[in-house]
C-alpha cells in the first residue's frame, strides 16, 4: 500500500467535467434502473474513480465542484458561458448520488463560493506541489493544460476504449505547439473558446493563434506588434484588442483561491461498506458493486435432496417448504430475497418412476416453464444435461440426462409428446436456445410459445433483458449466478462437471423464476397494447430463428484457405512498398513504431496528444488525416484494412464450422437492436464487409449444400425509402415510385430543378445522400462530411429537399411532436420506443431522441416487414412440401439454400409474400431474387 507520509501522490478531480462525460458517454445507449432513473452519470463516473484509485493507487485525493451561481469571471464578462445549455435534468438527478458516493468512499467534496472547480484545482494544485506532492489534476477539460509544470500533471481518464493520457510540460507543449504551459492562455485568448462563451478575436483560429504566440511569445507582445501584422488579422487584432485581453482573463485559471492545502485532509481511507452497499443498491448497480466491495457469492454443497416422490402413488407430490444451503448474497445486492432466504420445493426427477410422475404432473397443466442445462453457450453444439419444469410459483423439478448420447435422447422421447402438444403453453427465458437443442435430441417444441426475454424486450427495447436482472427487477429476488456452479475463466467447469446435487436447486430455480416472471411481465404487455404484435409478429419468430440456425450454411474452407494466401501475398507485397518508403523495416502491427517512423523519423506532420506512455496515436482517425498528402500512410491504412479482413473472417470463419456437420451457424438475435431489426453473431453475416472488392469477395465463400442445391437471394429494393413514402403519403415520392422512376434521380431533378433526363451523376449521388440523411435525421454537419461541400450548401440542399417534400417534412416533424406529447414512437404493426430524453433541456440529448423519433417507426417498419415475410414464407415452404430452405437474414435481405428443380416454383412464392407482408401499402413494393452458385453471385 502507498505510504501517504513519503509517496504523496494527490489527485484532484474537476468533478463536474467528469460527471457532464460519464453522462454522455453512454447518450446514444443510457443506463436506465428499474426505476426509470438514468444511472449513467453515477455509473461512469464510480468506475472512473474506483479504475483510478485501484490503478494509480493515490496517497491523497478530492473531488472539486463547480459552486451555484455565478462566479468571478461573470462579473468580468456578464454573457460568460452564456452558450452553455441548461444542464440535463438527469444529470441533476445524479449529483446528490455522486456526492453520498464520495461521502461512502470518504473522499473530500470541496466547493469554493464564487470560483470554478478549476481555480481551486489550480490553486491546490500549485500549493501541494510547493509541499513536494506529485500533483494529478483528473479532467477532460483542456484549459488545465496552463496549470502544467515539473509536479503537476494532467489526468485525462479514458474513454472508448482508447486509455487514459497523462500530460506533463512536455506532451503539452508539443500538443498546443507553444514553448511554455502558461501559452495556453494566450492561445486562448486569441482563438477563444465557444464552450464557454470566450469570444477570442473572431476569424482566428488554433493554427493562427500557434503561430502569433510562437512568433511573438505572448498576447501582450502581439497586440503591441500589430503594426507587423498584414492584411485582415491586422484588421481583426486592432478591432478586437480589449476583447483580445478580456478573453485571456476569462481563460486565466486562479490560482490565489482563499483555500489552504490540508494534506491530512485528503488522505485515501477505508470507506464505509455499509454507506457505499445502499447507495449502490438503491442506484441498482451490480458488477461494479461486487468488484469495489470485494464480495463473491459462495455456495456451500446443498444437503441432500429428500424423498421427493412416493414410487406408490405415481405421482409428484409436494414436499414439506425449506430453505436452501446456499449463502446468502451479500447486503449490498439489488434484490432482498434468494434461495438462500426464501421458501422453494425443488425436486429432482431422475428414476424412471419419478420422470412418470412428473410427466404425469404436467400433461395435467395448460402452461409449464420448462429451461434445458448444457454444456455450452451455442445451441447447436451444446450436449443437453438436464431439463426443468415448473407450473407453480415456488415449486420445480429438475430431469438429469445422462452424457451418453442413446440414453439422453431416450430420456427426452419421454418428455417429447408434452412438449409437441400443441394444447399446453410453453415458458421459457430464450426459449429459441432450448428448442434448437431439444430439436437436436429428437424433441420439437410447439404450442403457444411465451418467451419472457422477448416479452421484455419489446417493453423496454433499450434496456438489458437478462434474467437475473429481470428477476431483481420484477421479483425482488436475486437467483444464483451460474458462476457459483461452474466458476469462470481457465478453470471454468461445464454443467455436466458439477455435480447433480448442486444443479438441482440452479436448474429448479431458472425455471420458476421464468414462470414467475411472464405472469409479472404478461399484464404489462396487455396494459402497454403489444400482446398481438408479440402473437403475431415476435412469437412466431422464433421457431423459425430457430430452423434457420439449425439449417446453417455451407461454407467452402478451400476458397478460404486459398483466399488466405491471396491475402496474405498482397499484404507481403504491401509491407515491401512501406518499408521502401520508411527506408527501414519495422512491426507494421505496432502501433508505437508507426508513430515513431511516420511522426519522429519521417516528420509527416502530427496534431493530436499522445497515449499516457508518450506515444503517438496512430487510430484510422489519425491517419486518414495525413494519407492524402503520404502514399506511405495509405499504404499502412490499406494494410490494417487487409489484415483485419483476413483475421476477422477470411481465417476466422473455418474455426467457426460446426464439427458435426461442417457448417456455419450464426445465431440471430431477435431483441438487441432497439429498431425491431435482428441481428446475427457468432459469426455477425450482418457485418461481412461488401463495398470493397476483397471485402465482398468473402461471400463467394458461402456455397449451396451440394451440387444439386444453388443459393437464391430475394432482396428488398430501396423499403426505408418506400415505406417512408408510404408513411408520410408525400406525393413527390409516392409518383416517383408509382412511375417506376429511379428515387434518386426523381428527388435531384426535384431539389436541383432540373429535368429528370438531365440530372448529372453528381446530383444524382446528392440526392442519394439526402434521401438516407433524412431518412436517419442527420442534418446538415454530417451532410457537409459526407459530401464535402460546406454547411451553407448542406443547409440549403436540406431546405430545398423540404421545400418539394412537404409531404415528408410533415411526417417527420409531426412524428417528432407527437413523440414530445406521448414519451414514444410506434411503427406501422404497433412496436413502441420510448424516448426518455425527447423533451430534454440538453439540445444533445434531445436533439438524439429526435433522430431515433424519426428514423425508428420507419427502420422499425421495415423490420416488422421482413419478420412477417421470413414467417410467412417458412410456413408457406412446408406446408407446400418444399425442400428450399432459409438459411440466412441480412438487413432487408433472405437467402434460400434450394434444390435447383424447386427454384422456378419457389421463386415468385417468396417474392410474393415478402411484397405482401403489409398489404395495401399505396406504394409498389420491390423484391429483386438471384441464384448462384454462391453468395456474391446470388446477391
Given at each position: 500500500m502507498p505510504n501517504p507520509a513519503t509517496d504523496k501522490r494527490l489527485f484532484l478531480l474537476d468533478g463536474h467535467a467528469l460527471v457532464y462525460r460519464a453522462h454522455f458517454a453512454f447518450i446514444n445507449r443510457p443506463l436506465i434502473n428499474s426505476k426509470g432513473v438514468n444511472t449513467s452519470a453515477m455509473h461512469g463516473f464510480t468506475r472512473t474513480l474506483w479504475d483510478l484509485m485501484k490503478n494509480q493507487q493515490p496517497t491523497h485525493l478530492a473531488?472539486?465542484?463547480?459552486?451555484?451561481?455565478?462566479?468571478?469571471?461573470?462579473?468580468?464578462?456578464?454573457?460568460?458561458?452564456?452558450?452553455?445549455?441548461?444542464?440535463?435534468?438527469?444529470?441533476?438527478?445524479?449529483?446528490?448520488?455522486?456526492?453520498?458516493?464520495?461521502?461512502?468512499?470518504?473522499?473530500?467534496?470541496?466547493?469554493?463560493?464564487?470560483?470554478?472547480?478549476?481555480?481551486?484545482?489550480?490553486?491546490?494544485?500549485?500549493?501541494?506541489?510547493?509541499?513536494?506532492?506529485?500533483?494529478?489534476?483528473?479532467?477532460?477539460?483542456?484549459?488545465?493544460?496552463?496549470?502544467?509544470?515539473?509536479?503537476?500533471?494532467?489526468?485525462?481518464?479514458?474513454?472508448?476504449?482508447?486509455?487514459?493520457?497523462?500530460?506533463?510540460?512536455?506532451?503539452?507543449?508539443?500538443?498546443?505547439?507553444?514553448?511554455?504551459?502558461?501559452?495556453?492562455i494566450d492561445m486562448l485568448g486569441l482563438m477563444g473558446d465557444s464552450v464557454d462563451n470566450i469570444p477570442g478575436v473572431p476569424g482566428i483560429g488554433p493554427k493562427t493563434a500557434q503561430k502569433f504566440i510562437e512568433q511573438y511569445g505572448s498576447m501582450e507582445a502581439l497586440l503591441e506588434n500589430t503594426d507587423k501584422i498584414r492584411g485582415k488579422n491586422q484588421e481583426r487584432l486592432r478591432e478586437f484588442r480589449d476583447q483580445a485581453i478580456l478573453s485571456k482573463r476569462l481563460a486565466t485559471i486562479d490560482i490565489e483561491v482563499p483555500i489552504q492545502f490540508d494534506p491530512d485532509a485528503y488522505i485515501i481511507e477505508d470507506f464505509d461498506r455499509d454507506y457505499l452497499t445502499d447507495v449502490f443498491r438503491e442506484l441498482e448497480f451490480r458488477s461494479i458493486a461486487n468488484e469495489i466491495l470485494g464480495m463473491e457469492e459462495e455456495i456451500?454443497?446443498?444437503?441432500?435432496?429428500?424423498?421427493?416422490?412416493?414410487?406408490?402413488?405415481?405421482?409428484?407430490?409436494?414436499?414439506?417448504?425449506?430453505?436452501?444451503?446456499?449463502?446468502?448474497?451479500?447486503?449490498?445486492?439489488?434484490?432482498?430475497?434468494?434461495?438462500?432466504?426464501?421458501?422453494?420445493?425443488?425436486?429432482?426427477?431422475?428414476?424412471?418412476?419419478?420422470?412418470?410422475?412428473?410427466?404425469?404432473?404436467?400433461?395435467?397443466?395448460?402452461?409449464?416453464?420448462?429451461?434445458?442445462?448444457?454444456?455450452?453457450?451455442?445451441?447447436?453444439?451444446?450436449?443437453?444435461?438436464?431439463?426443468?419444469?415448473?407450473?407453480?410459483s415456488g415449486e420445480a423439478y429438475y430431469v438429469p440426462v445422462p452424457a451418453d448420447r442413446t440414453e439422453a435422447e431416450a430420456i427426452v422421447a419421454e418428455f417429447a409428446p408434452l412438449l409437441a402438444d400443441e394444447n399446453v403453453n410453453k415458458v421459457g427465458q430464450n426459449l429459441k436456445y432450448d428448442m434448437i437443442v431439444l430439436e437436436r435430441y429428437g424433441a420439437?417444441?410447439?404450442?403457444?410459445?411465451?418467451?419472457?426475454?422477448?416479452?421484455?424486450?419489446?417493453?423496454?427495447?433499450?434496456?438489458?433483458?437478462?434474467?437475473?436482472?429481470?428477476?431483481?427487477?420484477?421479483?425482488?429476488?436475486?437467483?444464483?449466478?451460474?458462476?457459483?456452479?461452474?466458476?469462470?475463466?481457465?478453470?471454468?467447469?461445464?454443467?455436466?462437471?458439477?455435480?447433480?446435487?448442486?444443479?438441482?436447486?440452479?436448474?429448479?430455480?431458472?425455471?420458476?423464476?421464468t414462470l414467475r416472471l411472464y405472469h409479472a411481465l404478461w399484464p404489462e404487455l396487455e396494459e402497454e397494447g403489444l400482446v398481438e404484435l408479440y402473437e403475431t409478429v415476435e412469437a412466431p419468430l422464433i421457431p423459425v430463428l430457430r430452423d434457420i440456425e439449425l439449417a446453417g450454411i455451407n461454407v467452402d474452407g478451400e476458397f478460404l484457405n486459398a483466399y488466405s494466401k491471396v491475402l496474405t501475398e498482397e499484404l507481403q507485397s504491401i509491407e515491401r512498398e512501406i518499408y521502401a518508403a520508411a527506408g527501414s523495416e519495422f512491426n507494421i502491427g505496432s502501433p508505437k513504431q508507426i508513430g515513431e517512423i511516420l511522426f519522429g523519423r519521417m516528420g509527416v506532420p502530427y496534431k493530436g496528444s499522445k497515449t499516457k506512455t508518450g506515444q503517438y496515436k496512430t487510430d484510422e482517425a489519425t491517419l486518414a488525416?495525413?494519407?492524402?498528402?503520404?502514399?506511405?500512410?495509405?499504404?499502412?491504412?490499406?494494410?490494417?484494412?487487409?489484415?483485419?479482413?483476413?483475421?476477422?473472417?477470411?481465417?476466422?470463419?473455418?474455426?467457426?464450422?460446426?464439427?458435426?456437420?461442417?457448417?456455419?451457424?450464426?445465431?440471430?438475435?431477435?431483441?438487441?437492436?432497439?429498431t425491431g431489426r435482428l441481428s446475427s453473431n457468432n459469426p455477425n453475416l450482418q457485418n461481412i464487409p461488401v463495398r470493397t472488392p476483397e471485402g465482398a469477395e468473402i461471400r463467394k465463400a458461402f456455397i449451396p449444400r451440394d451440387e444439386n442445391h444453388i443459393l437464391l437471394a430475394s432482396d428488398y429494393s430501396q423499403i426505408e425509402l418506400r415505406l417512408v413514402a408510404a408513411l408520410s403519403q408525400d406525393e413527390g415520392m409516392l409518383d416517383a415510385f408509382k412511375t417506376g422512376k429511379d428515387i434518386h434521380t426523381a428527388t435531384a431533378a426535384l431539389i436541383f430543378d432540373v429535368p429528370y433526363e438531365e440530372v448529372t451523376r453528381i446530383q444524382r449521388y446528392q440526392a442519394k445522400t439526402i434521401n438516407f440523411a433524412i431518412l436517419y435525421g442527420a442534418g446538415a454537419q454530417r451532410l457537409t462530411q459526407e459530401l464535402e461541400i460546406s454547411r451553407a450548401e448542406a443547409s440549403k440542399l436540406i431546405s430545398n429537399y423540404y421545400e418539394r417534400f412537404t409531404g415528408l417534412k410533415q411526417f417527420m416533424s409531426g412524428t417528432v411532436e407527437q413523440a414530445k406529447e406521448e414519451g414514444y414512437v410506434t411503427t406501422l404493426l404497433g412496436r413502441k420506443r420510448s424516448l426518455r430524453d425527447i423533451n430534454s433541456r440538453s439540445s444533445l440529448a434531445r436533439a438524439n431522441a429526435e433522430r431515433m423519433a424519426m428514423n425508428t417507426p420507419i427502420q422499425g417498419t421495415a423490420a416488422d416487414m421482413i419478420k412477417l415475410a421470413m414467417i410467412r414464407i417458412h410456413k408457406a415452404l412446408r406446408e407446400q412440401g418444399f425442400k428450399t430452405r432459409m438459411i440466412l437474414q441480412v438487413h432487408d435481405e433472405l437467402v434460400f439454400d434450394a434444390p435447383k428443380d424447386e427454384v422456378e416454383k419457389v421463386t415468385p412464392l417468396i417474392e410474393e409474400l415478402m411484397r405482401e407482408a403489409i398489404p395495401n401499402l399505396d406504394v409498389p413494393i420491390v423484391v429483386e431474387t438471384g441464384t448462384g452458385e454462391n453468395w456474391l453471385e446470388a446477391h
Open positions: 473531488v472539486v465542484f463547480d459552486p451555484e451561481g455565478p462566479t468571478f469571471r461573470n462579473e468580468l464578462a456578464a454573457d460568460y458561458k452564456a452558450n452553455r445549455e441548461e444542464q440535463p435534468e438527469d444529470i441533476g438527478i445524479a449529483f446528490p448520488y455522486i456526492h453520498q458516493i464520495l461521502q461512502a468512499f470518504k473522499i473530500p467534496i470541496i466547493i469554493v463560493p464564487n470560483f470554478e472547480a478549476d481555480d481551486v484545482i489550480g490553486t491546490l494544485s500549485k500549493q501541494a506541489a510547493r509541499q513536494g506532492y506529485e500533483v494529478y489534476m483528473v479532467t477532460p477539460d483542456k484549459d488545465y493544460g496552463q496549470l502544467v509544470e515539473e509536479k503537476i500533471y494532467m489526468y485525462k481518464p479514458s474513454r472508448m476504449g482508447n486509455g487514459i493520457e497523462i500530460l506533463g510540460v512536455k506532451e503539452i507543449i508539443e500538443k498546443w505547439g507553444i514553448t511554455h504551459p502558461l501559452q495556453v456451500k454443497p446443498p444437503s441432500a435432496q429428500g424423498d421427493l416422490f412416493a414410487p406408490s402413488s405415481g405421482t409428484a407430490p409436494a414436499s414439506p417448504p425449506r430453505r436452501s444451503s446456499y449463502k446468502e448474497p451479500p447486503a449490498h445486492t439489488v434484490a432482498d430475497e434468494n434461495i438462500g432466504n426464501t421458501e422453494q420445493n425443488y425436486h429432482k426427477a431422475e428414476t424412471a418412476a419419478e420422470r412418470a410422475a412428473l410427466l404425469d404432473q404436467l400433461t395435467q397443466q395448460e402452461l409449464i416453464a420448462f429451461d434445458t442445462e448444457t454444456t455450452s453457450v451455442d445451441p447447436t453444439s451444446a450436449e443437453l444435461v438436464g431439463l426443468s419444469f415448473a407450473w407453480k420439437t417444441v410447439k404450442g403457444k410459445l411465451l418467451d419472457t426475454m422477448v416479452m421484455h424486450y419489446l417493453l423496454h427495447p433499450d434496456k438489458r433483458h437478462k434474467m437475473d436482472l429481470l428477476s431483481e427487477e420484477y421479483l425482488n429476488y436475486k437467483p444464483v449466478p451460474i458462476e457459483a456452479l461452474i466458476g469462470k475463466g481457465k478453470k471454468q467447469l461445464t454443467m455436466r462437471d458439477v455435480p447433480v446435487e448442486k444443479v438441482v436447486d440452479y436448474a429448479c430455480e431458472d425455471a420458476d423464476i488525416e495525413v494519407s492524402v498528402d503520404f502514399p506511405i500512410v495509405k499504404l499502412i491504412l490499406r494494410h490494417r484494412s487487409l489484415s483485419k479482413l483476413l483475421g476477422t473472417y477470411v481465417d476466422a470463419l473455418p474455426l467457426l464450422m460446426n464439427p458435426e456437420d461442417g457448417r456455419i451457424h450464426s445465431s440471430f438475435n431477435q431483441t438487441i437492436a432497439a
